[in-house]
C-alpha cells in the first residue's frame, strides 16, 4: 500500500525559502502525478502545483513566480520550494499522489508552516 | 479558473438522515470532479473520484452524482463518524481547484 512521508522546516521567516520533500513508500513510483497543496488556517484547499515521471511541472499561477516542484525517482521523493514567503503563505502543507491521474487519492500527513 | 460553488456552507442533521450536499463548476468539467473528508487535524481523505465512483475502502453510504456543471454528494444515513468537512475538486482543468467546503454536524 503506497504512503507519502513528507517533512521540511515548520518555521520560516518572511523572505526566505519554503523547502518540504514527500516520499512514495510501499509501491511503485509510477503515479500519473505528485501535487503538492496548502490550507491555510481556517480556510479551503489550494494546490500549488504538480510533477510527472518525466518532471513535467504545472503550477498554479498564483504561485508560479516563486514555486519550483521537483522529482527525483531514484529517491522515490519530490520536493517543494516556495521563495520570498510571507505570512500570507503559513497555512499546512500537503503532497499528494494522483494514481490514476484523477483525483488525490493519496495524501501526506500534512507539515505545518508558519512564516513569523 | 475553474471556480467550484459548494452549498450549503455548512449543515446540520439528526443521525439517520439523508445528507446532500451540492457542488456546481463555473464551466462544463464533464465527470472530471472528486468528493473529499476532512476531518480536524488530518489530511483530506478521497471518497468519490471521476463525479461518481466510489473509492476503494469508502462506505457505501457515501453517493456522488452529476455531470457537467452540476455535482452532488449524498450521505444516505448520517452516521457520527461522518462530522466532518467536506470538499469537491476539479481536475479537468488547470489549475486544479477545490470548492470552498461543507461543514456537516449532528443535530
Known amino acids: 500500500q503506497v504512503q507519502l512521508q513528507q517533512w521540511g522546516a515548520g518555521l520560516l521567516k518572511p523572505s526566505e525559502t519554503l523547502s518540504l520533500t514527500c516520499a512514495v513508500y510501499?509501491?511503485?513510483?509510477?503515479?500519473?502525478?505528485w501535487s503538492w497543496i496548502r490550507q491555510s488556517p481556517g480556510k479551503g484547499l489550494e494546490w500549488i502545483g504538480n510533477?510527472?515521471?518525466?518532471?513535467?511541472?504545472n503550477y498554479n499561477p498564483s504561485l508560479e513566480s516563486r514555486v519550483t516542484i521537483s522529482v527525483d525517482t531514484s529517491k522515490n521523493q519530490f520536493s517543494l520550494k516556495l521563495n520570498a514567503v510571507t505570512a500570507a503563505d503559513t497555512a499546512v502543507y500537503y503532497c499528494?499522489?494522483?494514481?490514476?491521474?484523477?483525483?488525490?487519492?493519496?495524501w501526506g500527513q500534512g507539515t505545518r508552516v508558519t512564516v513569523s | 479558473a475553474i471556480q467550484l460553488t459548494q452549498s450549503p456552507l455548512s449543515l446540520s442533521a439528526s443521525l439517520g438522515d439523508r445528507v446532500t450536499i451540492t457542488c456546481r463548476a463555473s464551466?462544463?468539467?464533464?465527470?472530471?470532479l472528486g468528493w473529499y473528508q476532512q476531518k480536524p487535524g488530518k489530511a483530506p481523505k478521497l471518497l468519490i473520484y471521476d463525479a461518481s465512483s466510489l473509492q476503494s475502502g469508502v462506505s457505501s453510504r457515501f453517493r456522488g452524482s452529476g455531470f457537467g456543471t452540476d455535482f452532488t454528494l449524498t450521505i444516505s444515513s448520517l452516521q457520527p463518524e461522518d462530522v466532518a468537512s467536506y470538499y469537491c475538486?476539479?481536475?479537468?482543468?488547470?489549475?486544479?481547484?477545490f470548492g470552498g467546503g461543507t461543514n456537516v454536524e449532528i443535530k
Open positions: 499528494a499522489d494522483q494514481t490514476r491521474g484523477d483525483a488525490f487519492d493519496i
Open positions: 510501499g509501491g511503485s513510483f509510477s503515479g500519473y502525478y
Open positions: 464551466q462544463d468539467i464533464r465527470g472530471g
Open positions: 475538486q476539479q481536475f479537468t482543468d488547470y489549475p486544479l481547484t
Open positions: 510533477i510527472d515521471h518525466g518532471g513535467s511541472t
